[in-house]
């Protein structure tokens, strides 16, 4: 069965601070895609990216980072410069290649102060 | 943009009331999915449905029940509500049966069963 553990539950960052969230992930399917969602204070989450798991060619988006590594089952996400606008809670998601039903990690709650 | 809109952003009912939460998306998607959020526990997934009149348990089916008539709306129905059903649900969207393509989420119904 598949699984996702966020085990940071809140994190406190001054503004400018760098911050990595982390997500390891356990699954038995050799092809697998991997999520980041954000959600702000207003509710609805946000899709940030989508990793397969042929694909560990690191990404990097603005201010955004994500680093996925299968030798260690983890799809880590970092931010640079954190900013005010960064607090929300971030979701780490799976998905088996065979099924259609994301598995979430318990998300982590980033507050950035100013 | 794809819009996924519900029906109400707050909502108070008393325990054995029966109630409804509405989904609608405005992008044909075929997937549509019921989640709950609770604090340290992530997203949880409640039901799914990939077409109209199809539906599948996720992992919490007990207590709930689906409806899709047409492709845009997707109905969750707690038949009796408990007080253990408070708690925040999202819905969300996908293009198709694939699991490679992100869901499009709603800003959340939360709900208190007093």
Redesign the interface.
Known sequence: AQK?T?AQ?EISVVEKEDVTLDCVYETRDTTY?L?W?KQPP??????LI?R?SFDEQNEISGRYSWNFQKSTSSFNFTITASQVVDSAVY?C?L????????T????TRLMVKP | DVKVTQSSRYLVKRTGEKVFLECVQDMDHENMFWYRQDPGLGLRLIYFSYDVKMKEKGDIPEGYSVSREKKERFSLILESASTNQTSMYLCASSPSRGSTYEQYFGPGTRLTVT
């Open positions: 996702v966020q539950t895609y999520f969602y207003s509710g609805e989450l946000v899709f989508r397969n979701f998601a998905v088996e290649e065979a099924g259609n039903m994301l979430f990690g318990g998300g």
